[in-house]
């Protein structure tokens, strides 16, 4: 399992959007992949799950990943939420 923090650097936030495509990018993985923001922790590849979080741009989440492509599932996750 991997677990890690991951600062948001999206400029809109996770909004609609850019959650769809976080579920898409977490969905081409077979780990489980959740976030974690204060005592929520809600699965990375639900779509509903993940608008409950309302997160906004440089707000810290915690990102897990457990399952054989858990070190890709958390480089890409990375990516997407650090580069936009």
Not at 6 to 19: D, H, Q, Y
Not at 51 to 70: K, Q
Not at 78 to 83: R, V
């Amino acid at each position: 399992m991997i677990k890690k923090p991951i600062i948001i650097n999206l400029a809109t936030g996770l909004e609609a959007r850019p959650v769809a495509q976080l579920v898409q990018v977490a969905s081409q993985f077979d780990s489980d992949i959740h976030v974690e923001v204060g005592k929520k922790k809600v699965n990375a590849k639900s779509i509903m799950g993940m608008m409950t979080l309302g997160l906004d741009a440089g707000e810290e989440i915690i990102v897990s990943a457990n399952g054989e492509d858990e070190a890709e599932a958390m480089a890409s996750i990375e990516k997407y939420l650090g580069n936009m």
